[in-house]
């Protein structure tokens, strides 16, 4: 597509389920990443997905939080057992090169998470 | 690792006034430095970045400028007008392997008619 999608847009759940967000990144991008905007907060990394190498996981909260990326293309970001801390916006990005060394990332819109 | 200082976190201006928002960064390998604009609502948006082997880059109202030695960047906006009103964030790539850019914490600029 034209740009990087996220879906859904909102997503509002209960303390204690799981979610799925959702990116579908510019074809032909290898660079795939996660991050985290808290209210009024700075981009909180999470997890980079570079081609077909091993993701780099080190941004990830807890082990309630992982991602996958299927066919080198679209990604899932699963957040297990909810906590109202893990309220945010969680934006996705992707670039066409090695890691953003030189390359500037396209960011989708984002997907609001509202824990109750 | 990489550690960005951005300043000020909130800027307010008149119409037609100039903006400078400034960032300082740790690592002497940082080699990339982007510029990004957020809406309310909105993803970041790429608006201009410079590469550590230039001093200073000009798209039309917006400039940045590099200083190696001191390590730290500005964002320059001539002549302000409302629509540029947001949160830009900069940002600056370390090295050791690690191609994940450190981000600064955002500076809310407020262009006022």
């Known amino acids: 597509g034209a740009g990087v999608s996220q879906s859904p847009s909102n997503k509002v759940t209960e303390k204690g389920k799981d979610v799925e967000l959702r990116c579908d990144p510019i074809?032909?991008?290898?660079?795939l990443y996660w991050y985290r905007q808290s209210l009024g907060q700075g981009l909180e990394f999470l997890i980079y997905?570079?081609?077909?190498?091993?993701?780099?996981k080190s941004g990830l909260p807890s082990d309630r939080f992982s991602a996958e990326r299927t066919g080198g293309s679209v990604s899932t970001l699963t957040i297990q057992r909810t906590q109202q801390e893990d309220s945010a916006v969680y934006l996705c990005?992707?670039?066409?090169?090695?890691?953003?060394?030189?390359?500037?990332?396209?960011f989708g819109s984002g997907t609001r998470l509202t824990v109750v | 690792g990489e550690n960005v200082e951005q300043h000020p976190s909130t800027l307010s201006v008149q119409e037609g006034d100039s903006a400078v928002i400034k960032c300082t960064y740790s690592?002497?390998?940082?080699?990339?430095f982007p510029w990004y604009k957020q809406e309310l609502g909105k993803g970041p948006q790429l608006i201009i970045d410079?590469?550590?082997?230039?001093g200073e880059k000009k798209d039309q109202r917006i400039a940045v400028t590099l200083n190696k030695t001191a390590k730290h960047f500005s964002l320059h906006i001539t002549e302000t007008q409302p629509e540029d009103s947001a949160v830009y964030f900069c940002?600056?790539?370390?090295?050791?392997?690690?191609?994940?850019?450190?981000f600064g914490r955002g500076t809310s600029l407020i262009v006022h008619p």
């Open positions: 990005a992707s670039s066409p090169g090695t890691g953003g060394r030189g390359y500037g990332y396209t």
């Open positions: 690592d002497s390998a940082s080699n990339y």
């Open positions: 074809s032909g991008h290898t660079a």
């Open positions: 997905f570079q081609g077909n190498s091993a993701p780099d």
């Open positions: 410079i590469r550590s082997n230039v």
């Open positions: 940002a600056a790539t370390g090295s050791g392997g690690s191609y994940i850019p450190t």
